[in-house]
């Protein structure tokens, strides 16, 4: 079984999302834009290159905005820019984008795939297993306790079979706690990718911390785990 976990918007926050995957030595993935549209703080370049020497950083755009919406030329500034400017602050080549707000379509897959990025990471919940299509990298569960009608809204916008078993367990369980444990037995037993993702502001304002201390200590005391990156989700899967 495969554990990745990923991180969205650059939220200053995101050091301690870091403290608590090297905790239980776990990974992560760090979507990071320039700076956010929406109004909240996002990490210095040197918090970035801080975060880079222990976890992998991917792009989300120079200013965290809905990308499907924009001309070319500003499409791909908004994506080349981003991965330049994260490429200067940690030294290294970054392979992943996350689309903003899990919004995308045909030009913005491609704008992503010119940019030079490898896969890119949607907010399509339910999976345990990767897509074909490495553009197209869905997810499991957001660490964010959501109401069972968010989930249905979310299963409905793509109601593919291999979602089904995922999805019938979030809408059972009572909880985001018993949520996880849900799915990582259902990936646990098909030798699955349980694929973990949020906001630390999301988690700083909902009071999360403890629940996911408690979820990563229980997801590296399962027998057989193993932690990878969103990169190395990518890359290596596909070979188990
Ligand atoms: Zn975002």
């Not at 500003?74 to 400017?85: D, P, W, Y």
Request: charged share 25%; with cysteine; aromatic share 10%.
């Amino acid at each position: 079984m495969i554990v990745t976990t990923s991180w969205d918007d650059g939220y200053p926050a995101d050091a301690k999302i870091a403290e608590l995957l090297a905790k239980h030595g776990a990974k992560g993935t760090f979507y990071v834009p320039d700076r956010n549209a929406e109004g909240r703080p996002v990490m210095t370049p040197g918090e970035v290159e801080r975060l880079a020497r222990t976890f992998e950083i991917g792009g989300h755009s120079i200013d965290h905005i809905v990308l499907t919406a924009l001309d070319p030329a500003e499409l791909a500034r908004q994506i080349t820019t981003n991965k330049h400017s994260l490429e200067r602050a940690t030294g290294t080549p970054l392979h992943g984008f996350c689309y903003v707000r899990g919004r995308y379509n045909a030009a913005v897959k491609a704008a992503v795939r010119n940019a030079g990025y490898t896969y890119a990471r949607t907010v399509e919940s339910f999976h345990t297993k990767l897509k074909a299509d490495p553009f197209d990298m869905p997810v499991t569960l957001q660490f964010y306790p959501h109401a069972r009608a968010t989930y249905a809204r979310n299963f409905a916008k793509a109601p593919h079979p291999a979602r089904a078993k995922a999805f019938a367990a979030a809408l059972r369980a009572p909880d985001l706690e018993a949520r996880i444990a849900a799915c990582a037995d259902a990936c646990r037993r098909t030798n699955g990718i349980l694929h973990l993702w949020g906001h630390s502001w999301e988690l700083e304002e909902r009071n999360l911390w403890q629940l996911l201390d408690d979820t990563l200590e229980r997801l590296a005391g399962m027998p057989n785990v193993r932690f990878l990156t969103n990169h190395e989700t990518v890359t290596y899967a596909p070979q188990l």
